[in-house]
């Protein structure tokens, strides 16, 4: 019975309004139409969002949202059984798995809300030291202060990497329905957050020197035509999902 009750739950479960407790990465170099056509021969039960670097090497990025591992193995399957992607022996894929951190994501339901208008993204890859994730837990909480501070209005979902990368790997999704919306981010400080924002700063630049390895920043451009959204994602905006 509590089986079937987590998978029904599972089932219900969208991110038309939930975030996906596990994020499917994909990366693949160059450019590539694959993505859409191999979960089209799959008949994916998956919503997936192809997306162009704009920044970096020249990638191909899929991320997928699942809401049970039951989920990937499903998908796993249903794409061992579809005809190869062309290029697959050329730019193998990159694949990591994520699990949800709802505590280190920044207005999440905003994020959410966001993802289904969202032309851009910005992915933030973090690595840190072996044993420091406490620390970099006060990190993020240090960052997340400030920007509620000076109502930074960029949210995002936050995602540990349990394979497919070194330990201690975090990505952090933050979708943009413009990239209008980062010039709130290079604007001054207001007179009023000055003194929080610049104590949180000086704390915050401490820890991360101690504890992180690397810090990595992508801005990635939306493409419906890479993308395989479900009929309830696509609703919410319809005219760009399904052109």
Avoid: C
Avoid at 83 to 95: V, Y
Avoid at 102 to 114: D, G, I, T
Avoid at 138 to 157: F, H, M, Q, Y
């Amino acid at each position: 019975m509590l089986a079937g009750a987590l998978i029904g739950a599972a089932s219900a479960q969208s991110l038309a309004t939930d975030p996906p407790p596990i994020l499917q990465i994909l990366r693949k170099p160059g450019t590539s139409p694959a993505p859409l056509r191999q979960y089209a021969d799959a008949r994916a039960e998956v919503t997936a969002i192809g997306m162009h670097a704009i920044t970096g090497n020249p990638e191909t990025w899929t991320i997928e949202a699942h809401y049970s591992f039951a989920s990937v193995e499903d998908l796993d399957q249903r794409l061992a059984g579809a005809p190869p992607a062309r290029d697959e022996a050329i730019s193998p894929t990159t694949t990591m798995i994520g699990l949800y951190r709802a505590a280190w994501s920044f207005r999440p339901a905003e994020a959410v809300r966001l993802l289904s208008k969202a032309r851009y993204m910005i992915v933030t890859i973090f690595r840190i030291r072996p044993g420091t994730e406490a620390e970099f837990g006060e990190l993020v909480r240090l960052r997340r202060a400030t920007a509620d501070a000076i109502n930074l209005d960029r949210p995002d979902l936050a995602f540990q990497v349990m394979s497919g990368a070194s330990t201690g790997m975090f990505v952090f999704v933050a979708p943009l329905q413009t990239l209008r919306t980062m010039d709130d981010g290079v604007n001054p400080v207001p007179v009023y957050a000055e003194g929080v924002a610049a104590a949180r700063q000086k704390d915050g630049k401490q820890i991360a020197s101690d504890i992180e390895v690397s810090r990595e920043h992508y801005l990635l451009r939306v493409d419906p035509q890479l993308s395989w959204v479900e009929d309830r994602f696509a609703d919410l905006d319809k005219g760009f999902w399904r052109r």
